[in-house]
């Protein structure tokens, strides 16, 4: 029911910021809670951030919190990540998802193809 498409990745210096997007397609998508998750290499997937369907609770890990924005925008079915002072660990895919308001992966039911943020130190 909801396809995932994920932009705003890149190549940035410690200290910068990027906005990653999270275009989703049907109407249905404001029946999910939103996630993102970050995966490095030889890392296992790691929670970063979700937002329920009305836009009204966020959960952050810890690693993020302060630095980072999750939000939505459910009238263009978009979820956002600000992200602030990026660091060097900071550096990996990042995966948009659609389901259950947790930190945990198998909770979401569609996923994204993932965009690539690397931060140099």
Do not use: H
């Not at 956002?80 to 992966?105: H, R, W």
């Amino acid at each position: 029911q909801v396809q995932l498409v994920e932009s705003g990745g890149g190549l940035v210096q410690a200290g910068d910021s990027l906005r990653l997007s999270c275009a989703a397609s049907g109407r249905t998508f404001s029946n999910y809670a939103g996630g993102w998750f970050r995966q490095a290499p030889g890392k296992e997937r790691e929670f970063v951030a979700a937002i329920a369907r009305s836009g009204g609770s966020t959960y952050y890990a810890d690693s993020v919190k302060g630095r980072f924005t999750i939000s939505r925008d459910n009238a263009k079915y978009t979820v956002f990540l600000q992200m602030n002072s990026l660091k060097p660990e900071d550096t990996a895919v990042y995966y948009c998802a659609a389901g259950s308001f947790t930190g945990i992966a198998r909770d979401y039911n569609y996923w994204g193809q993932g965009t690539q943020v690397t931060v140099s130190s």
